[in-house]
Each structure stands twice: as C-alpha cells, then as structure tokens.
C-alpha cells in the first residue's frame, strides 16, 4: 500500500482527527509488519474520495488494537479523469484485476454489464454479493496513491447500461473495442477531438455477438481494435485506458 485509505466508519470522532483499528485489520498489519512503524511514527494516509494526510501511529494496546491520529490536508484530489468503461460481465477472477488495475490508472466509472456471452452466475460471484469488489478498488486507488474510487455498476443489462450513458454521458466520444469488425485502431479513434471524455466498451472474454455489435452502433459506437494480437480481457483494459489517457494528456 502506498497509501493507508480510510472510511468515515473508521473513525470515532465527527472531526476524523482519530481511528482504532483491530488487531487483525489488514492495515494495522500493514502499518505494524511492512511499513515497521512505532509509536510517534507517521505514515501516508487517505480518506475515501477526500483529502490525503499524514497518520500517526499513537499507540499499541495489549490486545494489538492500533491507535491512529490523523492531520489532513486542506485541499481536496483532483477529479478522475472522464474515462468510462462498459465491460461485459467477465469471470470474477478477471473482474478483480480489472477493478484493480483500471482504478489504479485512473477511470470515472466502471459498468460491468450482462452480455449475451457471459455466464450468469457471474453476477453472484462473492466478489459482487458481499461488497468485496470494494476492496479491490480501494487497492487501486492505494498503489496509485490516490484517494478517488470510481464510481461502479454490476446488475445492469447491456441495453439499460447504454440507455444510462445516453442520459448522463450524451457528449462523450463511444469506441468498442472489437477483434473482428474493427476498421480503425484505438489511436485513430481517440486522435480527434483531443482530451474529450471517452467511453470505452469490451466484451467478456468471449467477445460481442453480432447483435450486440449493432445494439453498440446504434448507441454511436465506433469500433476499433488494439493491433492483430489477441489479447487478454484484463490486458485489453490497461491497454485501452492508457491510450485514452495518453491522449486526454493524462499521461
């Protein structure tokens, strides 16, 4: 963790200025076993989409509960970058490391959407039902150091994620990334208007059906593809979001 992120549930005073966590809380761990800190040490410290600060281990109790005091900075992160993904509910271990990674290079929103080529049970993976994606976007946001959490959306169909975009996306550039009916590369779509928002949409690992295909055009997709190799639904990802980016100026 590059940076120890923080809820408003942790903290036992209006004013955030202090937190106790369990022995057995992932971060006390962190602080203690990696970090090494002592009583009187500080470290980097976020709250959740607020500002970053510096923590101070107070003290250690016998139980091993930690003691934390915190001064935050007066100004608040910069906004995401207006990067939306749509991706077709992939398998759960995909989805773990697409909501890390794509955290960590810094989207807006993430809709992972049912697909006709993606299994169903996907959506009541543990990952989903108990919150744990959650987690997993906290880590991103720590590597990045970086307080901002996209904003995520997982129980949606394709059609109702499409109609919620041309509601609150409407002046946003639309690409499909696609292997097979692609007449241009990302690069060229992304090329003009620079630094405009940009919704990204990829299939599961088994890709759109021809009728997905037209519902996307339909909703003013482009398509585009990422070069001839085949890539990974995770490595298509990181790949897509870092051109975006590169041409939003981000990077």
């Known amino acids: 963790m590059n940076l120890i992120l923080f809820t ?10 202090a937190a106790t966590l369990a022995k057995n809380d992932a971060r006390a761990a962190h602080i203690i076993g990696v970090l090494r ?6 470290f980097d410290a976020g709250l959740v989409n607020g500002p970053r600060g510096k923590g101070t281990l107070s003290g250690i109790a016998s139980d091993g509960a930690v003691s934390l005091a915190f001064a935050w900075d007066k100004t608040e992160p910069p906004p995401l970058p207006p990067v939306t ?13 697409i909501l890390n990674e794509a955290t960590a290079l810094g989207v807006s929103e993430m809709h992972f959407a049912a697909t006709a080529r993606g299994e169903p049970s996907y959506a009541q ?6 919150g744990e994606y959650r ?9 990045a150091f970086c307080t901002r959490i996209p904003r995520i959306e997982f129980l949606n169909t394709l059609d109702e994620t499409l109609a919620s975009l041309a509601r609150d996306r409407p002046s ?5 990334l696609d292997n097979y009916e692609s007449p241009a590369s990302l690069g060229e779509c992304l090329a003009a208007p620079p630094k405009s928002p940009a919704i990204l949409a990829l299939g599961s690992e088994r890709g759109w059906t021809a009728d997905e295909r ?10 585009a593809h990422l ?3 085949v890539l990974r639904l995770e490595t298509a990802v990181v790949s897509a979001v870092t051109l975006a980016l590169a041409h939003m100026g981000r990077m």
């Open 8 to 17: 408003p549930d942790d903290f036992s005073t209006a004013s955030r200025d």
């Open 37 to 42: 800190r002592k009583p009187g040490d500080t």
């Open 85 to 97: 993904l749509v991706i077709g509910l992939p398998r759960p271990q995909t989805a773990r490391k």
């Open 125 to 130: 993976s543990t990952l989903w039902t108990t």
């Open 135 to 143: 987690r997993h976007l906290e880590a991103g946001a720590a590597q």
């Open 172 to 176: 946003a550039r639309r690409v499909a």
């Open 214 to 223: 037209d519902r996307l055009r339909a909703a003013h997709f482009a398509f």
């Open 227 to 229: 070069g001839p190799r």
